[in-house]
């Protein structure tokens, strides 16, 4: 093996390594690794897009809409991930997010098993697209905000609270 495909192999397993992610690189924030290893969960640009959290008395909205209301691409990218989502989530799957953020995501392991309690809602916005949670429980609403608030800390300047 000549030193250029060593190299290039190498490559590859760093690549690969990095793309199962894990804790954020010695020197890196936690918010810094969310937004470098954002692509590997979402589909969508994080520098052409906001993530908004709205925290409601059942629950509350997150969306992602675009920066550039003439990017019609990553307008797609975001309602084909979030549709996908929504349907993830409804079954109590929460797998996407604990990829990006670690398994010991706020709110998550309640969410996972008092799914059947939340009602998880798709809609489609003019930049972008929306998840309404909605439950009657309040264990389960505590969970929700919960998990907003870790995402609101972890995606730093790519979120914001409404």
């Known amino acids: 093996m000549n030193a250029s495909h060593f190299l290039l192999r ?6 690969c390594v990095l793309a ?3 804790p954020p690189a010695i020197g890196q924030t936690q918010q810094e ?3 470098a290893m ?3 969960v979402m589909p969508f640009d994080l520098d052409k897009t906001t993530h908004l959290f709205r925290m409601t008395d059942t629950g509350g909205v ?9 990017d019609k691409e990553q307008i797609a990218l975001i309602r084909q991930h979030l549709r996908h ?9 929460y797998a996407d997010p604990l990829s990006l953020h670690g398994k010991k995501m706020p709110g998550v392991a309640e969410l996972e098993s008092g799914h059947r309690a939340i009602a998880v809602a798709y809609a489609e916005l003019p930049l972008g697209a ?4 909605r439950t009657r429980d309040v264990h389960m609403v505590t969970a ?4 907003f608030g870790a995402q609101l800390s972890e995606h730093g300047a790519d979120a914001i609270a409404e």
């Open 62 to 70: 997150q969306s992602v809409v675009v920066k550039d209301a003439q």
């Open 20 to 22: 199962l992610t894990g």
């Open 10 to 15: 190498s490559s590859a397993v760093a690549l």
């Open 33 to 35: 690794h969310v937004h």
């Open 144 to 147: 929700i905000h919960r998990w």
């Open 130 to 133: 929306a998840l309404t949670f």
């Open 85 to 93: 989502e929504a349907e993830a989530f409804q079954r109590g799957d």
């Open 38 to 40: 954002g692509q590997t």
